[in-house]
């Protein structure tokens, strides 16, 4: 079998639990080969990020051009990026057709740069992507309008939609709702409520790039992107489960992609 490729475009986190650590485990798992991109460099542990070290644009655009020029690259997802001009590489790569099936997590809360200058790069990013996956805060941020409730995160999905990306995904997070974790899909022009049953954990971190990645390993592989949605949230959700007895670090511990949890080693 030859594995599909997928590139991931984003940081390193030194913890192992989250950015492009988490991407490379959840593309492992899901039998894809990854390629990758790295932004930016972050101390960090399970108790937060302490430094961010911004890789220059030039190495950034190096690494990208590199992957592509030789890479049969299916599926490509982004995460963290420190600057507004790494941002805008990568968009203008995305313009011309270079990067299929995109799956941007406009990640806002972990740079080193300008977030006002993010949020204005992310608009040149947005339109070329196939999903684009924004918290609630994400998701406020890029709007400058609060989004609480699933009636608001139904009006965002559609505001960003109509900005270019045909399918958009307002992650809750730890919203409940009758105990059930809440994300809203804008597809077809339509909103559709995605639920799931709340899993207490300390740990998950990861969630968020792992939900991403696994939809541009679901497009990579020919789902249609709500199909790809709805099996992706479903994924993280036993991933987080099984990792729900970790207890690696202090604070927000890592999800267990691999399903290591259900497995016994002799």
Known sequence: MEPTVVLTIGATDSSGGSALQADLRTLAALRMHAACVVTAVLSRNTRGTTDVYAQPTTVVAAQLGSVLEDLPVAAVKTGMFPTAEAVITVAARARAGALPNLVV????????????GLIAAFERLLPHAAVVTPNREEASALLGWEVVTPADM?????????????????????????????????ADGAARVLHSPRITSRNTDGSGPTFATAIAARLAAGDAPPDAVVWAKGFVGRAIGDAAEWRIGA?????????WSALTLR
């Open 251 to 259: 604070g927000t511990g890592p999800i267990d992609q691999f399903g």
């Open 154 to 186: 139904a009006g965002a999905a559609a505001q960003l939609a109509a900005g270019g990306p045909p399918y958009v995904v307002i992650t809750g997070g730890d919203f409940v709702v009758g105990g059930e974790a809440i994300d809203v899909l804008w």
């Open 105 to 116: 997590d406009p990640v806002l809360a972990t740079t080193s740069g300008s977030r006002r």
